[in-house]
């Protein structure tokens, strides 16, 4: 399993951004997606995560009510909207994929992660 993630920018404070990520399997619809980021100096941390049905989202405290993840499983991509847009939120993102299992915020869990799409927001 390939991710590719994509979408990263450049914004100011308030602004939005929406990512991709397009695995490439032939049985994306089996496999949960999540979505992690990296800040400057910071531990990779847990953003939301969608399962395979698409039928259940979690996501960190930190971004609920701002930050939106969905997918098209005809298009073998996963998205996160990310909307009202702080400082905190620079980081590199990350797209990661589980097999056939529920939603998880636990990074180890996930089997195969993406490169990765630099995301950096200014005050």
């Known amino acids: 399993v390939q991710l590719q993630a994509s979408g990263g920018g450049s914004v100011q404070a308030g602004g939005s951004l929406r990512l991709s990520c397009v695995a490439s399997?032939?049985?994306?619809?089996?496999?949960?997606m999540g979505w992690f980021r990296q800040g400057p100096g910071k531990e990779r941390e847990f953003v939301a995560s969608?399962?395979?049905?698409?039928?259940?989202?979690v996501y960190a405290d930190s971004v609920k009510g701002r930050f939106t993840i969905s997918r098209d499983n005809a298009k073998s991509t996963v998205y996160l909207q990310m909307n009202s847009l702080k400082p905190e939120d620079t980081a590199v993102y990350y797209c990661?994929?589980?097999?056939?299992?529920?939603?998880?915020?636990?990074?180890?869990?996930?089997?195969?992660w993406g490169q990765g799409t630099e995301v950096t927001v200014s005050s």
């Open positions: 990661a994929a589980r097999w056939f299992l529920d939603v998880t915020r636990l990074a180890k869990e996930y089997e195969y």
């Open positions: 969608i399962s395979w049905r698409g039928s259940d989202t």
């Open positions: 399997v032939h049985t994306f619809n089996k496999w949960t």
